[in-house]
């Protein structure tokens, strides 16, 4: 399983990449594994500022559907489009093509509290 050194995850299985006061957010290899299929994606935040931790949208796999969760606070300013007509790039490519939202974050510090590489490998038992 791949968890690119360059990023910050959550408990939650959301990865981060902080670039100033920017972040591109998706859900990690893991996560989209666990979910199996994803069909479907539901955000409708973008414009709205979210707190660290508050729901910014949803994904919907064959057998489920996950809510997901904003690393830090901040204003949802994109949301990858593209995920509406082909959600199954959130399975092939979690880190590239299935990210899912862009934010300008309310404190770039807040990144600091989350949890490296290493420390969301051990949570996960990888």
Known sequence: ?????????TKDHEWILV???QATIGIT?????????IV???IATQGETLGAE???????????????YMPVAGEVLEVNSS???TPESINADPYGDG????????????????????QYKALIGA
């Open 1 to 9: 399983m791949n968890f690119p050194e360059n990023l910050k995850y």
């Open 19 to 21: 670039e100033g006061d």
């Open 29 to 37: 290899e893991f996560a989209q594994g666990e979910l199996g299929d």
């Open 40 to 42: 479907f994606v539901d």
């Open 54 to 68: 508050e729901v910014f949208g949803s994904v919907e796999a064959v057998k489920t559907v996950s809510e997901l």
């Open 83 to 85: 995920l509406d007509g």
């Open 99 to 118: 990210w899912m939202i862009k934010v300008k974050m309310s404190n770039a510090a807040d990144a600091d509290a989350l949890l490296t590489a290493d």
